[in-house]
Each structure stands twice: as structure tokens, then as C-alpha cells.
């Protein structure tokens, strides 16, 4: 699990997007103002908990 702020992640959105596809991270959680805010996971992949 990679975890990305919504800067970071405005900035580079292909970077995360790259990592899930590839399968080197199973999610990737965006957080905003320090507070899980998403999670990106694989289309397909099987999303467990809260």
C-alpha cells in the first residue's frame, strides 16, 4: 500500500495509476489535509474492509 497527498497526486496522477496497474502496489490511498480521502485499486482487483 503506497500512500499519495491530493498535491502529489495532481501533479502525477500517472505514477499511481502506473504502480496499481502494474500490480507493484495492491492500492494506493490519496490523503487530503492529512485524512484518508481515496483509494485506488486495480479495475478488478478484490477490495476488502473499510
Do not use: C, Q, W, Y
Not at 498535491?7 to 492500492?27: N, T
Request: charged share 25%; proline share 6%; hydrophobic share 40%.
Amino acid at each position: 500500500m503506497s500512500i499519495v497527498n491530493f498535491p502529489e497526486a495532481r501533479s502525477s496522477l500517472s505514477r499511481p495509476v502506473e504502480s496499481v496497474e502494474s500490480d507493484a502496489e495492491r492500492e494506493v490511498i490519496m490523503v487530503h489535509n492529512g485524512k484518508p480521502a481515496a483509494r485506488l485499486v486495480a479495475v478488478g482487483a478484490t477490495v476488502t474492509g473499510k
